[in-house]
């Protein structure tokens, strides 16, 4: 049965409870005629709280794990923030690396040939 089938048959069961129980009191033979109907009554009627008890547990339960999950949702969302951090410093110590080893060939290429003695072509012969 749906939920709200439940809750009505629920409340019928407990009228009915009512009513068995005040009218066994004007009468011995109707009780004993509804005595096994009221025990069915009762039954689903303890079914039904224990039932209702456990959505209430089970929808506590969903709130605290929804409540967890946004909670590490957002403590995984810091930490992608601060890893992509990283790769970008990383990435920019590389390409300072780079421009270091560019401009340290330039000036070797600059001066290399500059120390370098020279030969003097005073003598031709």
Not at 51 to 60: E, F
């Amino acid at each position: 049965m749906t939920s709200p089938a439940r809750t009505l048959l629920a409340a019928a069961l407990l009228t009915l409870a009512v009513a068995g129980s005040s009218g066994a009191s004007e009468s011995p033979s109707a009780e004993s005629a509804t005595d096994p109907s009221l025990a069915a009554c009762q039954a689903e009627l303890a079914e039904l709280r224990q039932a209702a008890a456990n959505a209430l547990l089970l929808q506590q339960q969903n709130e605290e794990l929804v409540k967890q999950n946004r909670m590490l949702q957002s403590e995984v969302d810091v930490l992608r923030a601060a890893r992509d951090q990283l790769v970008r410093d990383e990435s920019r110590k590389w390409f300072l690396y780079g421009a270091i080893a560019v401009a340290l060939g330039a000036l070797l290429a600059a001066l290399l040939p500059r120390l370098r003695p020279r030969r003097r072509f005073g003598d031709w012969g």
